[in-house]
């Protein structure tokens, strides 16, 4: 019970890697708002909470709409009493799809990746943090990508931008809000098996290809991020802020 009564919002819980940390903390005791623009997803990550006897509930909003931010800073406190530990994981992508190479990229693309990956970020720590500041300090991480911290082959210069911008944002906002004893971490992931990856691993050969392509041989899970995150949550990493840490079978070594 790692984070028993902890007040927990996490942004994009209504799929992949936010499901699973959402499910993750609520088993070691944290009350948990799930956050998405995706009311059947959030929905079936509250019912598996519940039924495994977690507490959780639903804010279903857009994290780069203030108004959305601020309904489910606001349904943290007033459920659980507070805001302990703020999770910002949501995100889109789509090489080759909306996002691209800047040569071929449109400018309603960038922007529009842009406003839901970093100004979504900006905006659930500007209306978070405070809370966090009010309930006596705590944790905040970031979801960022490997493809923040290298060069990416990918039709995804829009991704890449942001999640740079992410470690960033990161490593200031440690620094400016660690004597209120809030805590900004990053993870950079490397791939993992979601629902956002399918379209690059579409064919069992490109998944068994790009899952060799990390050194430890296998493509990541959700748990994998979930775990990594728990400790950046808890106590255990109380003395740990500023810090990018990939979690990804090795790939940003190589
Ligand atoms: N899957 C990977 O290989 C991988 C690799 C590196 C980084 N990441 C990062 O991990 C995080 C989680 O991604 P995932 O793999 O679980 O993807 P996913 O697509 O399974 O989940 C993303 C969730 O975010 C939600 N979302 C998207 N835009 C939103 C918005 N504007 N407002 C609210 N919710 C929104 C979606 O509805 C979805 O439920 C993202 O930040 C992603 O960039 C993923």
Redesign the pocket.
């Known amino acids: 019970m790692r984070l028993e009564n902890k007040s927990v919002l996490i ?2 819980a ?5 499901r699973a940390a959402a499910i993750l903390f609520a088993q070691e005791g944290a009350n948990i708002v799930v ?4 009311k059947a ?1 959030a929905n079936e990550t509250v019912s598996q909470i519940l039924t495994n006897s977690g507490n959780a509930k639903l804010a279903v ?4 709409k203030s108004a959305d931010v601020q309904s489910a800073v606001a349904l943290s406190v007033e459920a659980y009493g507070g805001l302990d530990v703020l999770y910002n ?5 789509s090489a080759g799809n909306i996002d691209n190479y800047v040569t071929d990229l449109e400018e309603e693309n960038w922007d529009a990746v842009l406003s ?2 970093l100004k ?1 970020i900006y905006l659930c720590c500007k209306y978070g943090i405070p809370a966090i500041i009010e309930t006596g300090g705590g944790s905040v991480i970031n ?1 960022a ?3 923040g911290l290298k060069g990416s082959r990918n039709r995804s210069h829009a991704y890449s931008a942001s999640k740079g911008g992410v470690i960033a944002l990161t490593r200031s906002m440690a620094i400016a809000y660690a004597r209120d004893s809030v805590r900004v971490n990053v993870i950079c ?4 098996d ?4 399918e379209p690059m691993v579409s064919t069992p050969d490109k998944f068994a290809k790009f899952a060799k392509s990390h050194p430890l041989g296998r493509m990541g899970m ?1 748990d994998d991020i979930a775990k990594a995150a728990l400790f950046l949550a808890s106590d255990d990493s109380a003395w740990i802020t500023g810090v990018t840490m990939p979690v990804d079978g090795g790939i940003s070594a190589s």
């Open positions: 942004t994009g209504g799929s992949g890697q936010g956050f998405d623009r995706d997803g909003g857009d994290v780069s994981n949501a995100a889109i992508w839901v990956n979504g979801i990508s490997v493809a992931p490397g791939g993992v979601t629902p956002m990856l959700p």
